[in-house]
């Protein structure tokens, strides 16, 4: 019989595992299961130039893995029974029952409110396609002079509202950031931030908590009100919450608990990659959720299962960050450079040339995607299983 592979997502991290066990494992040996909701690829860390109007390439999945083997379902995940390794999906032919193996998890992760009142009802999110494209359409019925008010001072935060203030000259864009504006970043990569707001027209509201979002304003702890006729949630994360309501162990926010391999300590027949994984990086600090975190993790989790499967040794992806790449519109940019356990380091690239930077990193990892083992020819192992059978007929025949 095959070993049957499922993967649950077809972000960055799942499409990725999903292709690069595909192109190591022989497909007479193994059946590979990609689920996911949607039919194409979708670049989410550049939902904030959907929001901002522009369009993106078309990457449907029946072209990136034609002739792979890899299996496309079009279903939503609606449970996981880690101890009968089974998965429940419902599609358009209704609700079936798949069951694995070995299972990637890579549902990631979505938007959260941290239970800030009005911000469920009043505030858009970018952290999604549809979330992204439903701002667009409110971005476009906005008069000039109207204001967009973006809350989180993060990366997401930053880049959604210098793209918004490019892009839209004739709206007020402002940013309410709980620390200060790219406190994260070394001195002189945060002063041409500073530069770059400011030449953009930006109203950065520093050191501020959101205490409420209303349907026309947001409002901080010390009862500012702030005039918003649009307002922009990047806040943070949060996991799918599928893998807290089974019996496999999560942390506190629902992230699966992993080894260096991405198996889950506790079922270690399921692999977690991406935002939905709890990994500790070379430098023995959490990996954050990002798509910086989640590539290796797809890697080190694919190459874990080959190995497992085949015999075969996996060599060692180096799980640390290099830099940090910001976008700040579509002709600014930042690039931060930052140690393995991602402090910044004293230096930076600003301007044109990291823009430029910065999109060559975008396209890289959608092509990184499509190209899971980067173009490399790679030979596609038996598992030791076949090659058990395989043998035992050979000495048959003999």
């Known amino acids: 019989m095959q070993h049957r592979i499922i993967v649950l997502g077809a972000g960055y991290t799942g499409a990725f595992a999903a292709g690069r066990l595909a192109r190591r494992l022989h497909p007479e040996d193994v059946q590979i299961t990609l689920v996911n909701a949607e039919a194409d690829f979708v670049e989410r860390v550049r939902m904030h130039q959907v929001a901002a109007g522009q369009d993106l390439k078309p990457r449907p999945f029946a072209e990136m893995f034609a002739g792979t083997g890899v299996e496309l379902k079009l279903a939503k995940v609606t449970a996981v029974d880690a101890d009968a390794k089974t998965v429940a999906v419902t599609g358009a032919g209704g609700a079936e029952t798949l069951a694995y193996d070995t299972l990637v998890y890579a549902l990631g992760s979505g938007w959260t409110d941290h239970g800030v009142p009005g911000a469920a009802e009043h505030a858009h999110q970018i952290a999604s396609r549809p979330g992204a494209l439903k701002l667009r359409e409110r971005l476009a019925r906005l008069d000039a002079g109207a204001t967009v008010t973006v809350v989180g001072g993060g990366l997401t935060g930053v880049e959604a509202a210098t793209e918004f203030a490019e892009a839209r000259p004739d709206l007020k864009v402002a940013l309410v950031a709980r620390g200060g504006l790219g406190d994260w970043v070394s001195p002189k990569a945060q002063a041409h931030m500073r530069k770059v707001f400011a030449k953009l027209g930006i109203e950065v509201h520093e050191h501020a908590d ?189």
């Open 210 to 398: 959101v205490a409420e979002v209303r349907a026309d304003a947001v409002v901080t702890a010390d009862g500012a009100e702030i005039a918003s006729a649009a307002t922009v949630w990047t806040t943070g994360f949060a996991v799918h919450p599928i893998a807290a309501a089974t019996a496999i162990e999560t942390t506190d926010r629902g992230q699966i608990v992993v080894d260096r391999d991405m198996a889950s300590v506790s079922h270690p027949d399921v692999f977690a990659v991406g935002d939905a994984g709890y990994a500790i990086g070379d430098a023995g600090v959490p990996l954050r959720m990002s798509c910086a975190s989640g590539i290796p993790m797809a890697q080190v989790a694919a190459d874990a299962i080959t190995a497992r499967l085949t015999g075969a040794k996996a060599g060692k992806v180096p799980l640390g960050y290099f830099n940090q790449c910001i976008s700040l519109g579509r002709t600014e940019g930042l690039i931060q450079y930052v140690t393995a356990d991602d402090q910044a380091r004293s230096v930076s690239l600003r301007g044109r040339f990291a823009a430029r930077y910065k999109e060559l990193i975008c396209k890289g990892a959608a092509w990184g995607v499509a190209n899971p083992t980067y173009g490399m020819p790679v030979r596609r192992r038996r598992t030791a299983r076949a090659a058990e059978r395989t043998g035992t007929a050979v000495k048959a025949l003999a």
